[in-house]
């Protein structure tokens, strides 16, 4: 069984983004770029499953620009067996790299795709929904355990107050949350050897995809800033400040 994992290359979650003064956008020149942290959940369960003997090879995608190659040697890195680039300059949304997923996954037939369920730049949480649509598949989104168990394969997914357990046919269409497993240390060996891994470029017209974005941002701003707290004497003036300034009393 392959494996299909797309992996996006966003800030990295340690940056703090600034967002551009003519409030176009989020300002990410020289600013450290890593692989979404979702993704690389979904690499690492998808290395797990081959290590496990269930999957035979694991393929991680990345839409965008030739950077997102030093994200694909990453995800080799971590144990994928080789990598596909669509490369393109122009903005991704997700119903465009829905459509570039769904012909990969025409191109490649894999059983199973596991996403990020969310990429943290955009915080979108449609990629893998629409995927699932496009090619008729069933989705588990927001996966905290996958079991896969012939042609089935059963995921347990966190819902609001509590955890709700699938079972779906293969193909299907796994997202991932963050409870599903800790991704493993990146080894130097390992970065030496996913250097040597196969790495395909390919562009959206070869796959037959129009990716022009179907969205116009208007506008992005801050967070209005937080005003300084004060230190209160007594608990009597922090019950009066809660109740009569905070009104949260
Ligand atoms: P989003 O719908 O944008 O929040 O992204 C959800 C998931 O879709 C991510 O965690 C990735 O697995 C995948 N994804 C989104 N954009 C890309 C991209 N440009 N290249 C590869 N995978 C992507």
């Known amino acids: 069984m392959k494996i299909l994992v797309p992996v996006k290359r966003v800030v990295d979650y340690n ?32 290395v797990r499953l081959k290590e496990k ?21 990453t995800a080799m890195a971590i144990g994928a067996d080789r990598a596909i680039l669509v490369e393109t300059a122009e903005e991704l949304q997700p119903l465009a790299v ?12 894999p059983q199973l795709v596991i996403l990020g369920k969310q990429a943290i730049d955009d915080d979108c949480n449609q ?14 989104t927001f ?8 042609s089935q394969v059963s995921v347990t997914r966190e819902v609001d107050g509590g955890a709700e357990t699938l ?16 991704p493993r240390y990146v080894t ?33 701003s801050e967070p209005p800033k937080r005003s300084a707290g004060v230190k209160v004497a007594d608990v009597a003036t922090l019950v009066d400040k809660l109740r009569n300034e905070a009104k949260v009393i």
């Open 143 to 150: 996966a905290s355990k996958v079991e896969v168990a012939g």
């Open 15 to 46: 940056v703090k983004v600034r967002v551009k003064s003519d409030g176009s956008g989020v300002d990410i020149a020289n600013v450290k770029m890593s692989m979404n942290p979702f993704d690389e959940i979904a690499i690492e369960e998808a």
């Open 127 to 140: 990629t893998g929904q629409m995927l699932a649509a496009l090619l008729g598949w069933g989705q588990a």
């Open 53 to 73: 003997g269930v999957a035979t090879e694991v393929i991680a995608v990345s839409c965008g620009v030739l950077q997102c190659q030093e994200t694909l040697r």
């Open 188 to 220: 130097l060996p390992n970065i030496m050897k996913a250097k040597k891994k196969p790495l395909e470029n390919l562009k959206p017209e070869e796959l037959g995809v129009d990716v022009k974005p179907r969205i116009k941002t208007l506008k992005v």
């Open 98 to 109: 829905a459509k570039l997923l769904k012909a990969l996954v025409e191109k490649e037939q």
């Open 167 to 182: 079972s779906l046919s293969l193909p299907a269409v796994i997202t991932t949350d963050l409870r599903l497993n800790e």
